[in-house]
């Protein structure tokens, strides 16, 4: 239902914000309160149980080192429609998919959510043809704890297990050697999600989206090298994709508690199977407008900057036309509006070497 009342905030685009979106499109007040409305509507069907670790804390978006990210996640300038499919998937539970030609913004499009509603540093697995899912679960350096334990019993006075025991109880914890990735991450039980970016899904392995049906689906996994010793040591303590951060793992099993928010994104490179795509609710960001453009710009770079881009002759002008000859991604027009805001290539004579440094295509007849 859409909210016309008066007084109502405007939405991105200039139309009444929805009562029922979740995330707005722009960093707002309270995003706890909207949190907490999203936790009370969940599905039945799409509940999860898993046991809090109360040790285990969130980095926070605010901290300086984040500072980049959340530059990057404000600058993000959402339409009504991408809006309310970004809403669909929150309320679901389910993974997004963003399909879109390259620097439209579909990575940028998971830093907005983790900013609008503070879900902390987003977890971001770059796939290539290579990943598998083990990849984005954890990572086991089972080497490098053989090479510990051989020089735990060169040193030791005594032998470094007893018989029959296995090697953790030694000392030598199999946590130290083992660290979740940014799957595993997002779906260690919390009260509140995190925000997962799979970077560019269409590059992986055709085996993939299938493999990842099960983790999506019931919001679990499991580590086989924790889960065969867990009669003997119930409770690991491993690293996680959060620098510094350490959560702790009961009989090698996770499962989630708050479904994290999964955005995946495509460039449309391949098809994916049906049991993948129902699974998912799909968005295609199409190319931004010459007013977005110009909205864009004076997000980023300031109103100033905007007013001089728009026009016959201006930049965003340009962009356009040499975007119909191949793709061009928006921060490439950017670029070329940062530099005249430096004084670079500024008399009129010069725009066109302007044009050619900063805006080359990345398809087509003239892509070099």
Same mark, same amino acid.
């Given at each position: 239902?859409?909210?016309?009342?008066?007084?109502?905030?405007?939405?991105?685009?200039?139309?009444?914000?929805?009562?029922?979106?979740?995330?707005?499109?722009?960093?707002?007040?309270?995003?706890?309160?909207?949190?907490?409305?999203?936790?009370?509507?969940?599905?039945?069907?799409?509940?999860?149980?898993?046991?809090?670790?109360?040790?285990?804390?969130?980095?926070?978006?605010?901290?300086?080192?984040?500072?980049?990210?959340?530059?990057?996640?404000?600058?993000? $300038?959402?339409?009504?429609?991408?809006?309310?499919?970004?809403?669909?998937?929150?309320?679901?539970?389910?993974?997004?998919?963003?399909?879109?030609?390259?620097?439209?913004?579909?990575?940028?499009?998971?830093?907005?959510?983790?900013?609008?509603?503070?879900?902390?540093?987003?977890?971001?697995?770059?796939?290539?043809?290579?990943?598998?899912?083990?990849?984005?679960?954890?990572?086991?350096?089972?080497?490098?704890?053989?090479?510990?334990?051989?020089?735990?019993?060169?040193?030791?006075?005594?032998?470094?297990?007893?018989?029959?025991?296995?090697?953790?109880?030694?000392?030598?914890? $199999?946590?130290?050697?083992?660290?979740?990735?940014?799957?595993?991450?997002?779906?260690?039980?919390?009260?509140?999600?995190?925000?997962?970016?799979?970077?560019?899904?269409?590059?992986?392995? $055709?085996?993939?989206?299938?493999?990842?049906?099960?983790?999506?689906?019931?919001?679990?996994?499991?580590?086989?090298?924790?889960?065969?010793?867990?009669?003997?040591?119930?409770?690991?303590?491993?690293?996680?994709?959060?620098?510094?951060?350490?959560?702790?793992?009961?009989?090698?099993?996770?499962?989630?508690?708050?479904?994290?928010?999964?955005?995946?994104?495509?460039?449309?490179?391949?098809?994916?199977?049906?049991?993948?795509?129902?699974?998912?609710?799909?968005?295609?960001?199409?190319?931004?407008?010459?007013?977005?453009?110009?909205?864009?710009?004076?997000?980023?770079?300031?109103?100033?900057?905007?007013?001089?881009?728009?026009?016959?002759?201006?930049?965003?002008?340009?962009?356009?036309?040499?975007?119909?000859?191949?793709?061009?991604?928006?921060?490439?027009?950017?670029?070329?509006?940062?530099?005249?805001?430096?004084?670079?290539?500024?008399?009129?004579?010069?725009?066109?070497?302007?044009?050619?440094?900063?805006?080359?295509?990345?398809?087509?007849?003239?892509?070099?």
């Amino acid at each position: 239902m859409t909210s016309d009342q008066p007084g109502r905030p405007p939405g991105p685009t200039g139309g009444a914000v929805k009562d029922w979106w979740i995330y707005k499109g722009t960093p707002a007040e309270s995003p706890g309160e909207r949190l907490d409305r999203l936790a009370r509507l969940r599905p039945p069907w799409r509940t999860f149980d898993g046991e809090v670790d109360p040790e285990y804390r969130v980095p926070s978006l605010d901290d300086e080192r984040h500072a980049a990210e959340r530059r990057r996640g404000a600058g993000y $300038i959402a339409e009504d429609t991408e809006i309310d499919l970004v809403n669909t998937a929150l309320h679901l539970r389910r993974p997004l998919l963003v399909t879109g030609v390259p620097g439209v913004g579909k990575s940028t499009l998971a830093y907005s959510i983790a900013q609008d509603l503070g879900l902390g540093p987003v977890l971001r697995w770059p796939i290539t043809s290579r990943a598998t899912l083990r990849d984005g679960l954890y990572r086991y350096d089972a080497l490098r704890r053989l090479e510990d334990a051989n020089l735990q019993r060169l040193h030791a006075d005594s032998p470094a297990t007893t018989a029959g025991a296995p090697l953790e109880q030694s000392g030598d914890g $199999i946590g130290r050697y083992l660290q979740l990735g940014p799957l595993g991450t997002a779906f260690l039980p919390s009260e509140q999600p995190r925000v997962l970016l799979v970077d560019e899904i269409d590059k992986c392995d $055709i085996d993939l989206p299938g493999d990842l049906l099960t983790v999506l689906d019931e919001g679990r996994y499991e580590i086989p090298e924790l889960a065969r010793l867990a009669e003997h040591q119930p409770v690991v303590t491993v690293g996680t994709d959060d620098p510094g951060s350490r959560a702790r793992i009961r009989a090698g099993r996770v499962q989630c508690q708050a479904f994290p928010v999964v955005v995946l994104t495509s460039n449309g490179e391949r098809e994916f199977p049906p049991a993948f795509l129902r699974r998912c609710i799909r968005l295609t960001i199409g190319r931004p407008s010459e007013d977005k453009l110009r909205r864009i710009i004076e997000q980023r770079i300031g109103a100033e900057a905007a007013a001089a881009a728009v026009g016959r002759e201006g930049l965003i002008s340009s962009f356009l036309k040499r975007r119909e000859r191949g793709e061009l991604g928006t921060d490439q027009l950017l670029n070329a509006v940062q530099l005249r805001l430096a004084g670079a290539w500024t008399a009129p004579e010069d725009v066109e070497h302007l044009v050619q440094a900063t805006l080359q295509p990345l398809s087509g007849p003239d892509a070099t």
